[in-house]
């Protein structure tokens, strides 16, 4: 089993983001390396790792704006200890959440540097891998950060895929819409973006991930939003999972990207759902099985803020998933 997956990763441990204003306090940031340090621990024992390469800028702008990009490096150079982000566009963030030291630049480009090492990996050997590093990406939109994310990791291995003529199919099963991953590839007819997420009408980000969201122009049909309510618990989870994963079927990709967010667990502090260590050992069986004809896969970790589920729910995932 091990010698058909690698995993690469980098957690980025002296960048270290320490207040975010939520509710209209200051409280701590909960992405911190710590998070996911466990799931490496793991990984490390069962699994062959890769070597993770060094990428050209120039990946970053096939998703991103050069404005946002040069602001991203502006702002990591110029900041005096943690700079806290203005809304009202004075800023390139669009929330108070995601805040620029002078690590934020070099965290995020060498967590591109995972996905794209993995997307590599994958696309040369046919293998199943797996980019575990942090700052996260999927909130990262086209021209905005925000979400704890810089720039878009999953978006950027989907580029590198498409780039060479290839259907990419996106599942994004993190606790939180992707609204970055969305406005990316929301008129793409290549890339087909498929969420599962708290219903934002109760929950962040709030503006996007609404059903009716269905994308634009050759992209139209594209983009599918299936939000769930508090509680989730796996009955429901598994009867949308299935949902999604019909409509990725039907759309028949040369490659599948996962973006693996663990805060769908009942013991994650940020994340409302209910799902069970176990659930997610089915939720990798099922996934599994309907991408068995997809050439190309690539998982790559998104959101998860509690040391102790990450790890549960990593290991059940995996140990369904490869089965």
């Known amino acids: 089993m091990s010698c058909e997956f690698v995993f690469f990763s980098d957690l980025n441990v002296d960048f270290v983001p320490r207040k975010e204003i939520d509710n209209g306090k200051f409280v701590r940031n909960p992405e911190k390396p710590e998070r996911l340090t466990g799931v490496l621990g793991y990984l490390n024992k069962k699994f062959q790792s890769g070597s993770v390469v060094e990428f050209s800028e120039e990946w970053i702008l096939k998703v991103h704006t050069e404005k946002y990009f040069k602001y991203i490096v ?19 963030i669009f929330d108070t959440g995601t805040p620029i030291n002078n690590l934020t630049y070099i965290a995020a480009k060498r967590a591109v540097d995972v996905a794209l090492s993995a997307a590599e990996c994958s696309f040369t050997s046919g293998k199943v891998t797996y980019a575990l590093t942090r700052p996260p990406g999927h909130h990262a939109m086209r021209s905005f950060g925000g979400g704890y994310c810089y ?33 990316i590839f929301y008129a793409d007819p290549n890339v087909l973006y498929v969420s599962l997420h708290g219903d934002p009408k109760e929950f962040y980000p709030w503006y996007s991930g609404f059903e009716d ?15 769930l309510p508090r509680g989730t618990d796996g009955r429901i989870y598994f009867e949308a999972l299935r949902k999604a994963l019909e409509k990725i079927q039907e759309f028949s990709p040369d490659v599948f990207l996962l973006s693996l967010g663990t805060d769908t667990h009942v013991k994650d502090p940020v994340g409302k759902f209910s799902l069970k260590s176990e659930d997610y050992k089915i939720a990798g069986r099922l996934i599994a099985d309907a991408t068995s004809k997809v050439k190309y896969k690539v998982l790559v970790h998104e959101g998860g803020y509690n040391h102790y589920s990450n790890l549960s729910a990593v290991k059940n995932f995996l140990e369904g998933f490869l089965s």
Not at 213 to 227: A, Q
């Open 74 to 92: 502006k702002k990591s150079q110029e900041v005096s200890g943690e700079y806290i982000p203005e809304v009202f566009f004075v800023d390139l």
């Open 151 to 183: 720039f878009n990791n999953v978006a950027i291995a989907a580029k590198f895929f498409e780039e060479k003529g290839m259907k990419v199919a996106i599942l994004d099963v993190d606790f939180h819409h992707g609204n970055g991953t969305q406005d």
């Open 213 to 227: 969201e269905i994308g634009e122009g050759k992209g139209r049909g594209k983009n599918i939003n299936i939000p």
